[in-house]
């Protein structure tokens, strides 16, 4: 099986720049994965990593280390509409998912 | 427009009635899946198909049953609910399990609430 840790909450204002951090404890590890979620809404995807190495898509980057078995979120230049959760999801070889329980960025003004 | 659908929104039932809700999918993608979600839980999934005919444990499939008879629909049925699946419940798509993206594409959620 797997279990993924992330923080629970994390605060910044407007314009900063926010990592949220992944491991994971993984058999069959295949990749790693972000989701965007605002209240009462559903996920929605940012990126996903297989290889070790950074992704870059626009304000949002995905880095994994699997020898650390580790990934993290950067946000950066962060906007009022960016105040959601955040949830990192390990993928194994089987196809089967697990989520992390979730990481809620506030942002302030 | 490409999207992933699911019936009823919203249900109010009583321990012991069976029911299905429905998940449907328009993007021709081969892997679907069922999640639940609660509060500090984050999402755990229920089940899991990679194709037609072809369902796999998640993490959390005790109380449920699913079946993938055709591409485009994966019902999740619960035969006899209780209080403890309470729950929101989100049906999911993605290309394929064996995607490099593995983006997956989720439906807009059903609050199932058992008395």
């Known amino acids: 099986g797997q279990s993924l840790e992330q923080p629970s909450e994390v605060t910044a204002v407007e314009g900063a720049i926010v990592q949220i951090n992944c491991t994971y404890q993984t058999s069959g590890f295949y990749g790693l994965s972000w989701y965007q979620q605002h209240d009462g809404g559903a996920p929605t995807f940012l990126s996903y990593?297989?290889?070790?190495g950074l992704e870059e898509t626009g304000r949002f980057s995905s880095f994994l280390s699997r020898s650390d078995s580790y990934g993290y979120l950067l946000l950066q230049e962060l906007q009022m509409k960016d105040s959601a959760s955040y949830f990192c999801a390990a993928t194994d070889s089987w196809g089967k998912l697990q989520f992390g329980a979730g990481t809620q960025v506030v942002v302030t003004p | 427009e490409a999207q992933v659908t699911q019936n009823p929104r919203y249900l109010i039932t009583v321990t012991g009635k069976k029911l299905t809700v429905t998940c449907s999918q328009n993007?021709?993608?081969?892997?679907m899946s069922w999640y639940r979600q609660d509060p500090g839980l984050g999402l755990r999934q229920i089940y899991y198909s990679m194709n037609v005919e072809v369902t796999d444990k998640g993490d959390v499939p005790e109380g449920y049953k699913v079946s993938r008879k055709e591409k485009r629909n994966f019902p999740l049925i619960l035969e006899s609910p209780s209080p403890n699946q309470t729950s929101l419940y989100f049906c999911a798509s993605s290309l394929s399990s064996r995607d490099i993206s593995y983006e997956q594409y989720f439906g807009p959620g059903t609050r199932l609430t058992v008395t």
């Open positions: 990593n297989a290889l070790d």
């Open positions: 993007m021709n993608h081969e892997y």
